[in-house]
């Protein structure tokens, strides 16, 4: 059974740090470019950063310089550790992975992403 299941989500206090994981099954996340969304309660989901696990990196203005993406290859899985984190990061966070690599410009689009985890929500408290 192909899935991606997020964990690690939780509550903090702003300037706090969490580190996300995208665990992956039924495929070789390797050979994959994953995305990280996040939907705030009443926005809509929004880009925050994509990897390939080598090639390449992009991240979202609203979290550059304080989000970091890697790969674990030995849990096949993506991370998204989160630094200084902000009141408005306040959201469900979604990974998602498709099947090839995007550029910077367009790294946000959902349409190609095939496969979505089903969130972990993430509270940053003032």
């Known amino acids: 059974q192909v899935q991606l299941v997020e964990s690690g989500g939780g509550l903090v206090q702003a300037g706090g740090s969490l580190r996300l994981s995208c665990a992956a099954s039924?495929?070789?996340?390797?050979?994959?470019?994953v995305g990280w969304f996040r939907q705030a309660p009443g926005k809509d989901r929004q880009f925050v950063a994509a990897?390939?696990?080598?090639?390449?990196?992009y991240y979202a203005d609203s979290v550059k310089g304080r989000s970091i993406t890697s790969r674990d290859k030995a849990k096949n899985a993506d991370d998204l550790q989160m630094n200084s984190l902000k009141t408005e990061g306040t959201a469900v966070y979604y990974c998602?992975?498709?099947?090839?690599?995007?550029?910077?410009?367009?790294?946000?689009?959902?349409?190609?992403?095939?496969?979505w985890g089903h969130g972990t929500q993430v509270t940053v408290s003032s």
């Open positions: 990897d390939s696990g080598d090639t390449f990196t």
């Open positions: 998602a992975a498709r099947w090839d690599y995007c550029v910077a410009s367009e790294c946000h689009v959902e349409f190609p992403y095939k496969y």
């Open positions: 039924g495929f070789t996340l390797e050979d994959l470019s």
